[in-house]
């Protein structure tokens, strides 16, 4: 079956970086749009970021744009989020997706989600 596994999430200081992977297992990962998404207490889930199957392209939220780098490397089906310059505003769970169709920034919705990875950003 499908799993999509992040990991590197934590808590940090204001202005601070951490970089999250999102390790996918059972799908053809280099046919899969990857996004990722977050959800703050009381909130909605959002759109964060996504890049194409093929890396060439790449979307942000305007709030993280500048701050945030969403890459990811086919040979090892592994998906990455730099979060650099990190505010109190950040702190979410955050949430890797895979999707047939690179259409995650318009609100397509993903195929697969992963579990969730806490970030925790303190002033």
């Known amino acids: 079956q499908v799993q999509l596994v992040e990991s590197g999430g934590g808590s940090v200081q204001a202005g601070g970086s951490l970089r999250l992977s999102c390790a996918a297992s059972g799908l053809t990962f280099s046919s899969h749009a990857m996004g990722w998404f977050r959800q703050a207490p009381g909130k909605e889930r959002e759109f964060v970021a996504e890049v194409n199957w093929s890396g060439t392209f790449t979307y942000y939220k305007d709030s993280v744009k500048g701050r945030f780098t969403i890459s990811r490397d086919n040979a090892k089906n592994t998906a990455y989020l730099q979060m650099n310059s990190l505010k109190p505003e950040d702190t979410a769970v955050y949430y890797c997706?895979?999707?047939?169709?690179?259409?995650?920034?318009?609100?397509?919705?993903?195929?697969?989600w992963g579990q969730g990875t806490q970030v925790t950003v303190s002033s």
């Open positions: 997706a895979a999707a047939s169709r690179s259409l995650l920034r318009l609100g397509s919705k993903p195929d697969y």
